[in-house]
């Protein structure tokens, strides 16, 4: 997969970039004039009032290649992108392409053959230890026990995944401004089961956003939601 033809970008509305694999371009100029013009950011660096969204830092990725069996495989071919603070990157291509592996690569899992992946100017895969906690990863498939209720579920892995030293009512208050922000809390003491497919990917979501990540990054983000719900799922990573 080429870097020339790998990438479309969005507008997104805080300071977390996901990556969005097999995904449409989400952007409205009007929605980005008003993120543009500020609101406080009460977490991940988002802008205060007055203040511009910041443009520098983010996600780079420069040139990277990957290829397997002594260079007989290519699977990435010079792929570059730059995710900034306030935006939403997509990775569009047909199956096969390189998405999957180019996402390994972005978080950290696979380290290229060529090429660099810097992360607020860090590069990511030399500094991965001390800068792993600041990614999330959202799977293409939920992680989510279905017996579980939503709260109990992101209760779970609040408790595996934050400081020991977090109170249960701070635990619980972060929870509850997660389900605030992806408009999931009418359905906080509902069991994941009668959930519906975007339902159920916005808990995958909420699980990754409990730590505050810097970056987020979100695989197939429609994959098992109705056709008729793209445009839902779509709008409401925008509004993260």
Same mark, same amino acid.
């Given at each position: 997969?080429?870097?020339?033809?790998?990438?479309?970008?969005?507008?997104?509305?805080?300071?977390?970039?996901?990556?969005?694999?097999a995904?449409?371009?989400?952007? $409205?100029?009007?929605?980005?004039?008003?993120?543009?013009?500020?609101?406080?950011? &009460?977490?991940?660096?988002?802008?205060?009032?007055?203040?511009?969204?910041?443009?520098?830092?983010?996600?780079?990725?420069?040139?990277?290649?990957?290829?397997?069996?002594?260079?007989?495989v290519?699977?990435?071919?010079?792929?570059?992108l730059?995710?900034?603070?306030?935006?939403?990157?997509?990775?569009?291509?047909?199956?096969?392409?390189?998405?999957?592996?180019?996402?390994?690569?972005? =978080?950290?899992?696979?380290?290229?053959?060529?090429?660099?992946?810097?992360?607020?100017?860090? #590069?990511?895969?030399?500094?991965?230890?001390?800068?792993?906690?600041? =990614?999330?990863l959202? &799977?293409? #498939?939920?992680?989510?026990?279905?017996?579980?209720?939503?709260?109990?579920?992101?209760?779970?892995?609040?408790?595996?995944?934050?400081?020991?030293?977090?109170?249960?009512?701070?635990?619980?208050? =972060?929870?509850? $401004?997660?389900?605030?922000?992806?408009?999931?809390? #009418?359905? !906080?003491? !509902?069991r =994941?089961?009668t959930?519906?497919?975007?339902?159920?990917?916005?808990?995958?979501?909420?699980?990754?956003?409990?730590?505050?990540?810097?970056?987020?990054?979100?695989?197939?983000?429609?994959?098992?939601?109705?056709?008729?719900?793209?445009?839902?799922?779509?709008?409401?990573?925008?509004?993260?």
């Amino acid at each position: 997969m080429r870097g020339d033809h790998a990438v479309a970008a969005a507008k997104r509305a805080r300071g977390v970039w996901p990556i969005l694999q097999a995904a449409i371009q989400a952007q $409205r100029d009007e929605s980005r004039e008003q993120h543009l013009a500020g609101g406080e950011r &009460p977490r991940g660096g988002r802008a205060g009032p007055g203040q511009p969204a910041a443009r520098t830092g983010g996600l780079e990725v420069g040139a990277v290649g990957l290829t397997l069996d002594d260079g007989t495989v290519t699977l990435l071919d010079r792929v570059s992108l730059a995710a900034r603070p306030g935006e939403l990157t997509a990775v569009i291509g047909p199956s096969g392409s390189g998405k999957s592996a180019l996402l390994k690569v972005v =978080v950290g899992v696979s380290r290229p053959t060529t090429g660099v992946v810097k992360f607020d100017g860090r #590069d990511l895969h030399a500094e991965y230890e001390s800068l792993r906690h600041r =990614v999330g990863l959202a &799977p293409k #498939d939920d992680i989510v026990h279905r017996g579980l209720t939503v709260t109990q579920a992101l209760t779970i892995a609040a408790k595996l995944r934050m400081p020991p030293d977090i109170t249960k009512v701070e635990r619980h208050q =972060v929870i509850s $401004r997660v389900l605030q922000e992806l408009e999931m809390t #009418d359905h !906080a003491d !509902a069991r =994941v089961h009668t959930l519906s497919g975007g339902e159920r990917k916005r808990v995958s979501i909420a699980m990754e956003l409990l730590t505050e990540p810097s970056l987020l990054v979100v695989d197939e983000p429609t994959t098992g939601v109705d056709p008729a719900l793209d445009r839902q799922v779509m709008a409401m990573l925008r509004l993260l």
